[in-house]
């Protein structure tokens, strides 16, 4: 049977730059003797370890040997929609079975939203209150809304650019949280 290349990803709290991708793929093909993960964002940079951009043709060797999970280190710097590509190849470097995701990740931006409820969680004396600005909520909400944007243009539209505006714009706000939090 041939394979069927499948993959799931995801990002651990604490380690925002990294990319866990995990092979679900089925079936076998003795001609594949290598996979490769391409990770491409919306400029059409390729992104590598190391938090390497290049706009060349650019992917993480994943050894067959290493079994089904791969930790891509230092790979994010800000949150970014990217599109992810699993290949299995041959000796030659031809592809023997292929499969290209569209994700979000968006743990920098969440867990900065996180910092902002565990602010008011922590806030029950008397005045004042970071509840008490006159924006923080709005701003919290603006944020909130900016993130789940940017997942749902991926979700549902497949909007690689939509997504990334959305999550570019999360961030300027985290980056100028003064002004706004």
Same mark, same amino acid.
């Given at each position: 049977?041939?394979?069927?290349?499948?993959?799931?990803?995801?990002? &651990?709290?604490?380690? $925002? +730059?990294?990319?866990? !991708?995990? /092979?679900?793929?089925?079936?076998? /093909?003795?001609?594949?003797?290598?996979?490769?993960?391409?990770?491409?964002?919306?400029?059409? +940079?390729?992104?590598?370890?190391?938090?390497? &951009?290049?706009?060349?043709?650019?992917?993480?060797?994943? $050894? !067959?040997? %290493?079994?089904?999970?791969?930790?891509?280190?230092?790979?994010?710097?800000? /949150?970014?929609?990217?599109?992810?590509?699993?290949? =299995?190849?041959?000796?030659?470097? @031809?592809?023997?079975?292929? &499969?290209?995701?569209?994700?979000?990740?968006?743990?920098?931006?969440?867990?900065?939203?996180?910092?902002?409820?565990?602010?008011?969680?922590?806030?029950? +004396? $008397?005045? $004042?209150?970071?509840?008490? %600005?006159?924006?923080?909520?709005?701003?919290?909400?603006? !944020? #909130?809304?900016?993130? %789940?944007?940017? @997942?749902?243009?991926?979700? !549902?539209?497949? %909007?690689?650019?939509?997504?990334?505006?959305? =999550?570019? #714009?999360?961030?300027?706000? &985290?980056?100028? +949280? @003064?002004?706004?939090?």
């Amino acid at each position: 049977m041939a394979i069927t290349a499948v993959f799931s990803t995801s990002q &651990v709290v604490g380690n $925002p +730059q990294n990319i866990v !991708l995990t /092979d679900e793929s089925v079936g076998s /093909d003795i001609l594949a003797v290598e996979r490769r993960i391409y990770v491409v964002n919306a400029a059409g +940079q390729y992104l590598t370890e190391n938090y390497t &951009v290049s706009d060349n043709i650019a992917y993480t060797a994943f $050894p !067959l040997a %290493d079994g089904a999970t791969i930790t891509l280190e230092n790979i994010l710097s800000v /949150d970014t929609a990217a599109y992810i590509t699993l290949t =299995y190849n041959d000796v030659s470097g @031809n592809v023997r079975a292929t &499969v290209t995701n569209l994700v979000g990740f968006t743990m920098y931006n969440e867990s900065f939203y996180y910092t902002l409820t565990q602010s008011q969680a922590q806030q029950n +004396q $008397p005045p $004042p209150m970071i509840m008490q %600005d006159s924006v923080y909520y709005t701003n919290k909400g603006i !944020l #909130r809304t900016e993130i %789940d944007s940017g @997942n749902n243009a991926i979700e !549902l539209g497949a %909007d690689i650019d939509s997504a990334q505006s959305c =999550y570019d #714009r999360a961030s300027y706000m &985290v980056a100028n +949280q @003064n002004t706004y939090f």
